[in-house]
Nanobody, 119 residues
Framework: QVQLVESGGGLVQPGGSLRLSCAAS????????MGWYRQAPGKQRELVAA???????NYADSVKGRFTISRDNAKNMVYLYTNSLKPEDTAVYYC?????????????WGQGTQVTVSS
């Protein structure tokens, strides 16, 4: 079981930026995919961005061009760079480790970090 700890959330004004970090308790180099999901109040959890072990990335349409996911296998870290934040980006952001590429119903989750975009 992979333990994941997110950090970097907070309160930011519209148009601002945050860097979210996810620290893994194991080597992530062989984990098939690492992802960031978010859940806003009253809504279902949704995929924000994912990155495979080979570096291929996938983004939700709503964040394309604004968010960037990266992974540092040497440090066992995954990052989500969020730019041009909008109020609709407000949510709890969760890190997910998908060791075998089976999707969000498998693997491990972090506890989440709150991102609030408001003036």
């Amino acid at each position: 079981q992979v333990q994941l700890v997110e950090s970097g959330g907070g309160l930011v004004q519209p148009g601002g930026s945050l860097r979210l970090s996810c620290a893994a308790s194991v080597r992530i180099v062989s984990i098939a995919a690492m992802g960031w999901y978010r859940q806003a109040p009253g809504k279902q959890r949704e995929l924000v961005a994912a990155i495979t072990s080979g570096g291929k990335t996938n983004y939700a349409d709503s964040v394309k061009g604004r968010f960037t996911i990266s992974r540092d296998n040497a440090k066992n870290m995954v990052y989500l760079y969020t730019n041009s934040l909008k109020p609709e980006d407000t949510a709890v952001y969760y890190c997910h480790a998908d060791p075998y590429g089976r999707g969000p119903n498998f693997g491990s989750w972090g506890q989440g970090t709150q991102v609030t975009v408001s003036s």
